[in-house]
């Protein structure tokens, strides 16, 4: 029971930091209709350049205070986000606008090969670290209940909680600012928003934006727990399964899809996985996510499709 | 001027339905069919041959069948890397343990199963659409490679899980030279082309393109959304196996399953929207674009380099040829976001009027 | 001087520069690296090893005159990249002899291409085990200790640990492992251990690249195994140790293979994985030998060095891809001495210098490897010269040899090499050579 309980609290913070990766589909899915292949490669470009100034920023200017430095890079990649959404939307968007979904996922995969090539070049292709102070020995709780205790990553709980605060933030973004508002109505019917002046363009900005700083919390996060190499782009595939079974309109059901895709995916891992070899929980979080779209193709909080002829 | 059709008429409904009711594109057909099985095998290096020719004709035939299932039917998929992959360990199966296999055997019957495993993978298409589907097709292209590692019996016991082909033969030549493998692949495309070609021109093909014009639509008038469907799939993944068998025994010579994985998937899915949804034609364009743009770039690059008098290291023109190669793909799409096929016919409407245009 | 002038002189000189006898004649060496991709921080080390000590052949004045021309491919770890940097190299500048993949799945794709072409594979320390008979495989030379070798070691290691292997009797021992072609190659050694001296072995499988193994180390702190056999590469590596510190489990009880015991792979971790065992293929971060200073002053102090970084240089993966450079060199060098000295040879000679290859101490000394490598000898049947490995130990800054050198158990490693080595040859029916010892 103590071990189903610990993957259990395992599987759902690993959920937290899916559900973040998932937000930044979603909402520029919602915003634009792009499926945005490219947010993986978003995650490690944001965290390539966290890393990077981090350590360059002292360097430059003297600052030995690493808190400082950490919040000025921080700021720096943030920068960097909005700089890549404008252009994205300036040189690639603008030019595909109601071009069919296959061919905008085509295009992020292009803006992707860019960002991988560009990131790699300007910040180099090794490992690096990205040190927030975050605590990485293990916790043990409920050691009266259970025999050795309940097992917790601090450094997962700690992730857990920077996600959270950052998904409430966007909650409260979207539904109490007039950007907001207003991107809530892009969302809904481009041409009516339109239609009442909301400028289409700056919107698709500020959603990739600020999917941007989703990547950058979740590049931060990860990469202070994995180092930022390469291969963090690749978790970004971990998420999509999240995507589809939340509903790829739904920042809603990007949060709750994530938490039962981290929660089941380290349950099958774990309980069916040693009958048929292992190394299943890949394909698994894929399988979660079909059946529960055979009943619902929409996802779990989608809108409903609804066909007219 | 050049290319008009002014004078031929058509007298019979046999003339009127052919592939290529003008002449003028029977014979270009014609001097590309000659140039690609005598003067190119004549001519090219064993470079050329390996490392352009076999994979550039291979990926066509596997963009052909990626094509089918997204361009025709219009079902997004992200798994054909995993048709592949069972296409290769199915063919590869077969002539190991069945004594006297055939070639062509093999290779149908690998395609026979990635037939079966694409049709399982296309059950949920009955439920679920658009990029839901595609991103449901991603568990095949998971699962694929996690079964080739665990399963034992299907790579024989094989110690480190990569499998070497045979050598082979068909019909008693054997198939050892860059030469005869580049003709046996080409050949086999050609089949399989015109094989679709009419496919796609038949009443299977117009129930497919009428689904992915619109499916509730097509229900409407009677035609079974389940059939067409499971029909694109199993068409779709016979080929892309049979390109999957090709791949490996042809051009890797001995593979492991992350040869076929995911990246595999989305070259595909480039090289059919490069080259063209919903074109035969644009398999070819589109798999020749992405075999040779990265070579020229490549090679280009530090050319490039040494006339700026910059000396470029190999890790800085892998990440320029990744940039550069993103740009280009936005680019295209965004001046031809119908795929380079439609180039080729807005040429040939052009040249229908030259030198005299409106 | 007057332009005419200058040309006819111009022209003069040409006229006899080809009208010299031998003109210095270049041996091409290709090198696959791989300084991009997810495998970069591993593939950066390697390759700046290898081309770095070619240079300093070539500063040396090269191999009875015969200098190298040296090129690199980038193919990003990616197979098929492989297959066409070694389709567009073979052919080039006189023809690639020898060709270092660097990479298993490249070496299994090139398995039968390069007998084919008349290429001699070398495969130091990684792909196909099996390749260490030479009876089957003719063209593939694995040199130093291959996989079988490192996984026999590291039971060696933990038997020792445990005061001997008939104490491992009943306990557990898991065993975490990328889902790659090597992370299989080590099972058999594995197994065979398993069955003779009676311990449970769990295997816990990781999906490449290996970022997500929450769940593996979560079944690891549930197992609680006495010792854990690890295989990962890449990225996979800091992060198991990460994990590991996660779920406290101990790091002295982690044994792991030459991929995973370089400073990239603590990197980030360093604090944490003081006391995790690799096993090494060399001496592990050497800056004393004799051949790394001589590098530091051939090339770093005159800015011809590969490395952006001097103080890279003796890192562990830079040391190994000094040994591939040694590799490359020695069998140019020993084939020249069979064929005609000062003149580039071809795959077929490089062939029989790599199946009588032999590296004497005196020999090691002389190239400034000593304390790098043991003395190794090929022969026609045994293309593997060396079953000898060290252990190393992390301790928080560097990379330490803690062991003295282990001689891989040739009782249960050469059953497995010719059992396996004879099933690819009955499946690609290859006939065996016969080899005179």
């Known amino acids: ?309 | 001027m050049i290319y008009r059709e002014n004078g031929q008429f058509k007298t019979s409904y046999r003339s009127d339905q052919q592939i290529f009711p003008i002449a003028q594109d029977r014979w270009v057909m014609l001097a590309l069919l000659l140039v690609a099985f005598v003067v190119v095998p004549l001519t090219a290096s064993s470079y050329v041959f390996s490392a352009i020719l076999i994979p550039v004709v291979i990926l066509a035939l596997a963009a052909l069948g990626t094509n089918i299932l997204i361009g025709y039917c219009g079902q997004i998929s992200l798994g054909s890397g995993a048709f592949m992959a069972v296409g290769a360990y199915g063919a590869w199966n077969v002539i190991m343990r069945v004594p006297g296999m055939p070639l062509i055997g093999a290779l149908l019957l690998g395609g026979v199963f990635a037939a079966i495993f694409g049709v399982l993978f296309g059950l949920p298409s009955l439920r679920v659409k658009g990029l839901y589907l595609a991103v449901t097709t991603l568990a095949a292209q998971f699962f694929a490679d996690w079964m080739f590692y665990r399963v034992k019996w299907l790579t024989m016991d094989s110690p480190s899980i990569s499998v070497t082909a045979p050598d082979v033969s068909v019909f008693g030549i054997a198939l050892d030279s860059y030469a005869s493998k580049y003709l046996f692949c080409l050949t086999l495309l050609v089949l399989l082309a015109l094989a679709c070609k009419n496919l796609v021109r038949s009443a299977i093909g117009r129930e497919w393109m009428a689904i992915r014009d619109m499916d509730v639509a097509a229900a409407v008038i009677g035609i079974r959304p389940t059939y067409a469907k499971l029909t694109a799939f199993a068409v779709s993944s016979f080929i892309i196996g049979v390109a999957g068998a090709l791949w490996g025994f042809f051009y890797l010579g001995s593979w492991e399953p992350a040869a076929f994985g995911l990246d595999m998937s989305l070259e595909l899915l480039f090289m059919v929207i490069i080259g063209g949804l919903g074109s035969i034609m644009g398999n070819f364009i589109g798999a020749a674009f992405m075999v040779v743009l990265p070579i020229l770039i490549r090679l280009g690059l530090p050319a490039l380099g040494s006339v700026l008098g910059m000396q470029l290291g190999t890790a800085e023109a892998a990440h320029l040829e990744l940039m550069l190669f993103g740009v280009l793909i936005v680019w295209f799409l965004i001046v031809e976001p119908h795929g380079l096929a439609r180039l080729w016919s807005t040429g040939k409407q052009k040249l229908r009027l030259w030198p005299f245009p409106h | 001087m007057k332009p005419i002038h200058t040309l006819l002189a111009t022209l003069a000189v040409a006229a006899g520069m080809t009208a010299a006898p031998a003109v210095a004649q270049e041996q091409y060496a290709p090198i696959f690296s791989y300084r991009t991709g997810p495998y970069a921080p591993n593939g950066i080390p390697v390759a700046n090893g290898t081309a770095d000590y070619l240079k300093l052949v070539n500063a040396k004045g090269g191999i009875n005159g015969v200098k190298f021309k040296i090129e690199e491919c980038e193919f990003a770890f990616d197979t098929a990249k492989g297959i066409e940097c070694y389709e567009r190299m073979k052919g080039q500048n006189g023809g690639a002899a020898i060709v270092q993949s660097i990479s298993t799945g490249v070496t299994a794709a090139l398995l039968k291409k390069a007998p084919e072409d008349k290429i001699s594979l070398i495969i130091a320390g990684y792909g196909t085990p099996a390749a260490a008979d030479g009876r089957v495989f003719k063209w593939v030379f694995p040199m130093i200790p291959n996989y079988f070798v490192a996984a026999d070691v590291m039971m060696q290691s933990v038997g020792e640990k445990a005061g001997g292997l008939d104490k491992l009797k009943g306990k557990k021992i898991n065993y975490v492992y990328m889902d790659a072609p090597f992370g299989h190659e080590f099972m058999p050694v594995f197994d065979a251990y398993a069955a003779k001296y009676g311990f449970t072995l769990n295997k816990l499988a990781v999906t490449a690249p290996g970022l997500d193994q929450k769940s593996t180390w979560l079944q690891v702190r549930r197992d609680q195994p006495d010792y854990l056999l690890y295989v990962g590469y890449g990225v996979m590596n800091p992060t198991a140790l990460k994990e590991a510190q996660a779920v406290g489990y101990p790091r002295d009880k982690m044994y792991g293979f030459w991929w995973a015991g370089s400073e990239s792979d603590v990197k980030g971790v360093e604090e944490a994985s003081k006391g995790y065992n690799a096993v090494a293929l060399q001496a592990s971060a050497n800056r004393d030998a004799k051949v790394i200073k001589d590098v530091q002053e051939t090339l770093y102090a005159k800015g011809q060095g590969t490395a952006q970084d001097a103080k890279t240089v003796g890192d562990v993966l830079y040391v190994r891809g000094l040994i591939t450079g040694m590799l490359t060199a020695e069998t140019v060098r020993i084939a020249q001495e069979k064929f005609g000295k000062g003149k580039p040879i071809t795959g077929e000679q490089a062939q029989w210098a790599l199946e009588n290859f032999e590296l004497t101490p005196e020999r090691i000394e002389e190239l400034g490897f000593t304390g790098i490598i043991q003395p190794m000898k090929t022969t026609c049947a045994q293309h593997m010269g060396s079953y000898a490995a060290r252990m190393s130990v992390w301790d928080g800054k560097e990379w330490k040899i803690n062991s003295d050198w282990y001689e891989g158990n040739r009782e249960i490693i050469d059953p497995l090499i010719k059992q396996f080595a004879e099933k690819y040859a009955a499946d690609n029916k290859i006939e065996q050579r016969q080899c005179a010892n």
Do not use: C
């Not at chain 1, 990469?223 to 739904?250: E, W």
């Open chain 1, 1 to 309: 029971m103590g071990f189903f309980l610990e993957t259990l609290i395992g599987g759902l913070m690993t959920g937290v930091l899916y559900s973040l990766v998932a937000l930044g589909f979603v909402l520029i899915y919602k915003a634009s209709s792009v499926f945005n292949f490219a947010q993986g490669v978003m995650v490690l470009f944001a965290a390539l350049a966290m890393a990077r100034f981090s350590e360059w920023i002292p360097q430059w200017t003297g600052i030995e205070s690493k808190v400082l430095a950490n919040v000025l890079a921080f700021m720096v990649a943030a920068v960097l986000m909005l700089i890549l959404a404008w252009l994205v939307e300036r040189l690639a968007l603008r030019h595909l606008v109601s071009q069919p979904e296959a061919t905008l996922l085509m295009a992020t995969i292009g803006i992707g090969f860019f960002l991988e090539g560009f990131g790699q070049s300007v910040f180099g292709s090794n490992v690096y670290n990205i040190d927030i102070g975050m605590p990485k020995d293990p916790l043990f709780v409920a050691q009266g209940l259970f025999e050795g205790g309940i097992l917790i990553d601090s450094q997962e709980l700690v992730a857990a909680l920077i996600a959270t605060l950052l998904v409430a933030a966007l909650v409260l973004f979207f539904q109490k600012t007039s950007t907001g508002r207003a991107l809530r109505a892009v969302a809904d019917d481009h041409q009516a928003a339109q239609s009442v002046g909301i400028p289409l363009a700056r919107m698709w900005v500020i959603v990739w934006f600020v999917a941007g700083l989703s990547a950058l919390v979740a590049g931060m996060v990860w990469g202070s727990k994995l180092g930022v190499q390469f291969s963090i782009s690749t978790l970004a595939l971990r998420a999509l399964p999240v995507v589809i079974l939340g509903g790829l309109t739904s920042v809603p059901g990007a949060i709750v899809a994530g938490l039962i895709v981290g929660a089941g995916e380290k349950l099958s891992e774990i309980y069916l996985g040693p009958f048929v070899g292992g190394g299943i929980e890949v394909w698994f979080a894929y399988v979660l996510a079909l059946l529960v779209l055979l009943v619902r193709p929409q996802g779990l909080f989608g809108e409903k499709i609804i066909d007219r002829v």
